[in-house]
């Protein structure tokens, strides 16, 4: 492309591509009559002569737009292919992480199940160290939680006093040893 000031009434440069320009004079293509050297044939009349063509410049500038609206047409359906491509991504990453943070929310719940049922152990194990070193030590004391309820004799009749001399003795022969008289005491229970 070359640019020339056809000398018009502006100063406006056009760009023209030499291959497709003829010159007037030789009528050969490739460049302006100005540049030819040739000689004007001057058996040829002013009348026989061709007339100087205009160009519409606006052929040539309606030509340029569409092929810019087309090019806009093209990138804008490539950009509303692509936003939906991306619309599906987003929704798809959101669905992920709506997942993931379920997935959180599930695990929290049974790591704070599993850290009670830890501390619940550390617990158990720490009474049960406690009590097994309780019972390794011999001046322990050793807790009652049984009530007993003591009788008077007036409530007792003969029979039940019996009973009770004879239990009587027989843990005593059990901690002191055997009696002298052991057939008295075995004789005076009634349920031997």
């Known amino acids: 492309m070359t640019g020339r000031n056809l000398r018009a009434n502006r100063s406006t440069s056009m ?5 497709k320009v003829e010159s007037y004079n030789c009528h050969r293509k490739g460049h302006f009559a100005i540049e030819c050297r040739s000689p004007k044939d001057k058996r040829r009349n002013v009348a026989a002569e061709p ?16 092929s810019q609206l087309e090019s806009a047409e093209a990138r804008l359906l490539v ?9 599906e991504d987003i929704k798809l990453i959101k669905l992920k992480v709506q997942l993931r943070d379920n997935a959180v ?10 850290e009670q049922e830890r501390n619940d152990l550390k617990l158990k194990l720490k ?25 008077t004799d007036d409530e007792l009749n003969e029979k039940e006093l019996k009973q009770i001399e004879a239990d009587d003795q027989a843990i005593q022969t059990i901690l002191l040893g055997l ?3 052991i057939y008295a005491a075995v004789d005076s229970c009634e349920t031997a």
Request: hydrophobic letters at 30%; glycine letters at 2%; a negative charge.
């Open 15 to 19: 760009g023209f591509d030499m291959s």
């Open 51 to 66: 007339q100087r063509r205009n160009v519409p410049v606006e052929t040539s500038t309606s030509n340029a737009l569409v």
């Open 79 to 87: 950009y509303q292919q692509n936003e939906t491509v991306f619309e």
């Open 105 to 114: 929310v599930v695990l929290r719940q049974k790591f704070e199940k599993a």
């Open 127 to 151: 009474k049960f160290q406690t009590s097994s070193k309780n019972l390794s030590d011999p001046n322990r004391e050793v807790p009652v939680n049984e009530t007993f309820h003591v009788q």
């Open 179 to 181: 009696p002298e008289d």
